[in-house]
């Protein structure tokens, strides 16, 4: 073998394994309905829903009795979704501690998992928090601060998300919107594009062979090139 033969078998494996290391997760969303898409909102208004209502598929509203939030299609006074064109407004008329449960993901205990949502603000009334929790956990409050106008739409979207380990076999992700302080508005804390995914784990044997190739390659070419 050359050294340029091996030279470029080098850069080839050395490309193989960053093409690993940066392979996108594939994995697909576990949560049903997270764009909130049905019900399909018919007309130009939202439609409010009961503490207690399953009517949005796959969720269930949470809140005091007789409260409600609402789902929001972006014919409404021109306020557009993140993704397609329903939206949760989590204050429903008005108010706090009130949004939506989902129902229960079967996930792999240990497992790591990516939770990924969108916290909308309509402009005119300020900054946005909710707090998320899985299965009664520690909730985390995400603000979206931005009140950055675009020329087509009144609403201001910001994505969070962060990685989570299964604790059970069957896992519900809660959103409520929380005053935060004084921080967060209660007329229109959005939510939109709820996606839970499984993170890929790297087969330890894939890497190990890989690994093992480069490592060769490299001292071959050292020899070749002493
Ligand atoms: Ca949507």
């Known amino acids: 073998m050359t050294l340029n033969q091996v030279t470029t078998m080098s850069k080839l494996l050395s490309l193989a394994i960053a093409l690993c290391a940066a392979a996108p997760a594939s994995a697909s969303n576990l949560v049903s309905n997270g764009s909130f898409e049905t019900p399909n909102i018919v007309g ?21 009795a007789n ?9 409404y006074l021109g306020l557009k979704a993140d993704d397609a064109r329903q939206w ?3 204050t429903g008329i008005t108010g706090y501690d009130k949004g939506v449960k989902s129902d229960a993901i079967a996930t792999q205990i240990g497992a790591v998992y990516h939770l990924s949502f969108a916290v909308g603000n309509y402009l005119p009334f300020g900054a946005s928090t909710l707090g998320v929790s899985l299965n009664g956990g520690p909730e985390q409050l ?30 519900r992700i ?3 919107g929380r005053a935060n302080g004084a921080l967060s508005n209660n007329l229109g804390i ?14 330890p044997q894939t890497w190990a062979l890989l690994a093992a190739g480069l490592l060769a390659l490299t001292g071959l070419r050292r020899r070749l090139q002493a």
């Open 44 to 64: 130009g208004s939202y439609v409010l829903y009961s503490t207690g209502s399953t009517a949005i598929t796959g969720w269930t509203v949470l809140g005091l």
């Open 67 to 75: 409260d409600s939030i609402q789902l929001t299609p972006d014919t």
């Open 142 to 171: 995400f603000t979206n601060t931005s009140l950055a106008a675009t020329a087509t739409n009144p609403m201001n979207w910001a994505t969070f998300g962060f990685d989570w380990v299964a604790d059970s076999t069957s896992t």
């Open 88 to 90: 949760i407004d989590l």
């Open 174 to 176: 809660s959103f409520l």
């Open 190 to 203: 959005g939510l939109d594009s709820v996606a839970l995914t499984l993170q890929p784990v790297p087969e």
